[in-house]
């Protein structure tokens, strides 16, 4: 029998040197990963979810809806689950696994596909509950807020400046060895960088825990950005403002729209002013013999001393504030915009009444109460029947039925859309051109909002024509509603798109868009759309010599009816009749005019061969 063949001595030794090496460099981030899970067991794979999918996001030749659900769903429950362990003790494991598995459980309802991302349904309501889950820690940590908020300043200065300058690192080593050695490292860079963020998120989570917080000061960056800056500009803002509220009041006109804003700025930049001082006021400086006698002399300053006052002259703007956000939304009705708008200047008047009553006791500022009230208007203006969202669709809906019933169109078989009323010259009714306009804003407005089902609480009849965000006037078109300032104008304008995918290129691939009566310069080519009256061809030329031609006449009927254009290609012949590639068009843009139909754009794909 013959011996087994052994490795060579030095051959052995190597290998298994490498590979004690490789076990080696593994281990710190393993033992990164145990501690991580040991500590933070919820918020590490909430935040190692996030990576991945967004790894994967970054990667992926065509984006999937869990990606930006998973990402979505860990920015909610890393803030939140970190809350519960402030008050759930031995129980946070369970309670913030329940919290994570109902806010996926959530995204899974509120984001069904990826168009929902464009949607004001759910970017006002997710923006809103993300900006109350960031302020649940505070909350939280009510029973020591004012070191909670020491360390947390401290955190957040030392890794993000860690994290800035980690990423750059690491973006510039990548680019490097790209460009200098010719190694594909676009990928890994990539990689690199959302891990390296992961940890360091981690990290700073782990330095927030209570048993981390014995220590921890305020940064001196962030104690002269309250003081030098912050104070100073709540004291020269509120001048301004009692001011403009003094001068508007004397001449007697309405207050500019710019106003609550700026109050709403400065006020809750007050605010912020007030949580950073009151932390760096509550600092123990020791008592040895060289300690300063007055370790805070800043809070003597007039401006400081007027930032934690300013609750009172709040509320003495507040109401100004409110009237002109009231006289916008009587006017034009709500919107998220508004809604959001008028919940803050509300929360900054509750907020001003408890600071301005603790302020007048000679009791210390506010403190985790302005978390705790601006988290909880955000959650109220968020989801439910007050949402921003519902309070808007409800209003425009009742501002278009006060619009249609101003008209003269308040009639059920008035406001039923139909595409046959399209091009009649009898049963038209006729409405002033300010009227028209205020009725296609509102329509336009209501279809952003909620879409078909938005406009079917007035409307009725094929509500599809109406559902896009720019086909108000065909909705309007629809209902038998002209205007004679718009007669000489062009009567309906269509436009049909689609997400056609690009096929396999078996020739050269020209993307490409044109422009009635414009000559285009594409991939060496004259591209000219033809858009002769009743016409719908396209036609190139190539350098003046070969004459191409497509034929989009089946097309500019789609566009016109507004369907979807077909994914499939449109062949491209010579003037000979011989085949020059294909095109898949991905928009298409016509015209009705008084003579006939008009091309004016075309946006799509030229799959070139030939000449």
């Given amino acids: ?21 490789a076990r080696a460099g593994f281990a710190p981030p393993l033992a990164f990963l145990r501690g991580a899970l040991r500590r933070l067991p919820v918020e590490t794979v909430a935040v190692a979810v996030a990576a991945i999918a967004a790894i994967s996001a970054l990667h992926a030749a065509s984006l999937s809806v869990w990606q930006p659900r998973l990402i979505a769903a860990a920015l909610l429950t890393v803030p939140l689950a970190f809350a519960v362990r402030e008050r759930a003790g031995r129980r946070a494991t369970a309670a913030g696994a329940a919290v994570a598995a109902l806010v996926t459980a959530g995204l899974i309802v509120a ?11 759910f970017a006002w309501g997710y923006g809103l509950l993300a900006l109350a889950a960031l302020l649940v820690p505070f909350v939280a940590a009510a029973g020591r807020f004012a070191t909670f908020v020491r360390r947390f300043f401290e955190e957040l200065t030392t890794w993000s400046l860690l994290g ?36 360091m998120t981690l990290v700073a989570l782990d330095r927030l825990l209570p048993d981390r917080l014995a220590t921890g000061k305020v940064p001196e960056i962030w104690r002269r950005l309250a003081v030098a800056i912050g104070a100073p500009f709540v004291a020269v803002m509120l001048g301004i403002l009692v001011v403009y509220e003094v001068s508007v009041l004397a001449r007697g006109e309405l207050p500019r729209n710019l106003l609550s804003p700026l109050i709403i700025g400065a006020g809750f ?55 002109a956000v009231l006289v916008r939304i009587d006017q034009y009705g709500l919107t998220p915009f508004r809604v ?42 968020s989801v439910g029947p007050t949402s921003a969202l519902q309070l808007s669709i409800r209003s425009q809906a ?27 010259k009898a049963n038209l009714r006729e409405v002033p051109l300010e009227a028209w306009r205020e009725l296609e804003s509102t329509v336009e407005t209501l279809a952003e909002l909620g879409g078909a089902a938005a406009l079917g609480r007035v409307l009725s009849g094929e509500l599809e024509l109406c559902a896009s965000r720019w086909h108000g006037h065909r909705c309007l078109d629809g209902l038998g509603l002209v205007t004679s300032a718009r007669r000489d104008e062009p009567l309906r304008y269509y436009s049909a798109s689609a997400e056609a995918p690009v096929p396999s290129p078996a020739g050269q691939l020209v ?33 003046g010599a070969t004459e191409l031609t497509v034929d989009l006449s089946a097309l500019a009927a789609l566009a016109a009816a507004d369907k979807p254009l077909p994914p499939a290609p449109v062949p491209v012949r010579t003037a000979s009749g011989a085949d020059a590639g294909v095109v898949i068009l991905q928009r298409l843009d016509a015209v009705d005019r008084h003579d006939g139909r008009e091309l004016t754009r ?10």
């Fill in 1 to 21: 029998m013959q011996p087994s063949p052994s490795l060579p001595p030095s051959l052995g030794s190597a290998l298994l040197s490498l590979l004690g090496g």
């Fill in 111 to 121: 984001l069904p596909d990826l168009e929902a991302l464009r949607r004001p349904s």
């Fill in 164 to 199: 800035a300058v980690a990423l750059v690192a690491l973006l510039v080593v990548g680019v490097a060895l790209d460009q200098l050695l010719g190694l594909p490292t676009k990928r890994v860079t990539v990689d690199a960088m959302v891990l390296t963020a992961a940890a």
């Fill in 269 to 323: 930049a007050g605010y912020g002013c007030t949580l950073i001082v009151s932390a760096i006021a509550s600092e123990t400086v020791g008592a040895g013999p060289l300690s300063p006698a007055e370790p805070h002399r800043f809070l003597r300053q007039r401006s400081v001393q007027l930032a934690r006052a300013f609750p009172v002259l709040l509320l003495v703007l507040l109401p100004m504030a409110l009237y």
């Fill in 340 to 381: 959001v708008r008028l919940a803050a200047l509300l929360c900054l008047a509750v907020v001003s009444a408890l600071g301005a009553w603790r302020w007048l006791r000679h009791r210390a500022a506010l403190t985790w109460h302005v978390p705790a009230l601006v988290a909880a208007f955000a959650v109220a203006i």
């Fill in 398 to 424: 009742a501002r278009l039925d006060r619009l249609l019933t101003t008209v003269g169109a308040s009639a059920p078989a008035d406001r039923a859309v139909r595409t046959s009323r399209f091009g009649a």
């Fill in 511 to 543: 993307f490409f868009t044109a422009t009635a009566g414009t000559t285009h310069f594409v991939a060496g080519l004259h591209l000219h759309l033809q858009a002769a009256a009743g016409q719908g061809a396209g036609q190139g030329a190539g350098h």
């Fill in 602 to 611: 075309a946006e799509g794909v030229w799959i070139r061969r030939g000449p």
